[in-house]
T-cell receptor, first 116, second 110 residues
Framework: GAGVSQSPSNKVTEKGKDVELRCDPI?????LYWYRQSLGQGLEFLIY????????KSGLPSDRFSAERTGGSVSTLTIQRTQQEDSAVYLC??????????????FGPGTRLTVL | GENVEQHPSTLSVQEGDSAVIKCTYS??????FPWYKQELGKRPQLIID?????GEKKDQRIAVTLNKTAKHFSLHITETQPEDSAVYFC?????????FGAGTILRVKS
């Protein structure tokens, strides 16, 4: 079946503008994660959604970052007033619930964000 | 705090040799340790994982070992092939999330 998809694949924006990144998880997966991968770095946890529970936002680096998940499916990561240090690849992953972290996470292809 | 250290950062081996990547974690409550492979420009993909109730797991040329007392785990790739060249990430569970190591660039020279 279809895997995790993300859009856009690439986004170039000017400093100070807002951007929205979209993630479509695998159908039926109740857990959804956002990560950030800077050049040559590991995967930095940003936020985690599980069903209708309150999300775990502990990884969001600042209040310019927010995310929502509508209807327990599609998720949108919003970055307001983008800064150059926000440039990175933003990866989404989903896993099958009921969730424990031991459920395999399947990653999307990522969105490469470049802030000029 | 939540921390996963991964070594080495780069590793070059000759085709057919073995490769070992090591990770340490800080939280004794961590109970799940996956390894992901990321080829250039592609998404990370799970290659093997281990849970805290076992010490070793093997899948063909890939094996993972876990030492809970020392809080470290390792990935072993035997008979390396050029297609094994990629970035490998270890991760450890902390509550409902995974904390990843910084990655190891593996180059297999033919």
């Amino acid at each position: 079946g279809a895997g995790v998809s993300q859009s856009p694949s690439n986004k170039v924006t000017e400093k100070g503008k807002d951007v929205e990144l979209r993630c479509d998880p695998i159908s039926g997966h109740t857990a959804l994660y956002w990560y950030r991968q800077s050049l040559g770095q590991g995967l930095e946890f940003l936020i985690y959604f599980q069903g209708n529970s309150a999300p775990d936002k502990s990884g969001l680096p600042s209040d310019r970052f927010s995310a929502e998940r509508t209807g327990g499916s599609v998720s949108t990561l919003t970055i307001q007033r983008t800064q150059q240090e926000d440039s990175a690849v933003y990866l989404c992953a989903s896993s099958l619930g009921p969730p424990t972290v031991t459920d395999t996470q399947y990653f999307g292809p990522g969105t490469r964000l470049t802030v000029l | 705090g939540e921390n996963v250290e991964q070594h080495p950062s780069t590793l070059s081996v000759q085709e057919g040799d073995s490769a070992v990547i090591k990770c340490t974690y800080s939280d004794s409550a961590s109970n799940y340790f996956p390894w992901y492979k990321q080829e250039l420009g592609k998404r990370p993909q799970l290659i093997i994982d281990i849970r805290s109730n076992v010490g070793e797991k093997k899948d063909q040329r890939i094996a993972v070992t876990l030492n809970k007392t020392a809080k470290h785990f390792s990935l072993h790739i035997t008979e390396t092939q050029p297609e094994d060249s990629a970035v490998y990430f270890c991760a450890a569970s902390y509550g409902n999330k995974l904390v990843f190591g910084a990655g190891t660039i593996l180059r297999v020279k033919s």
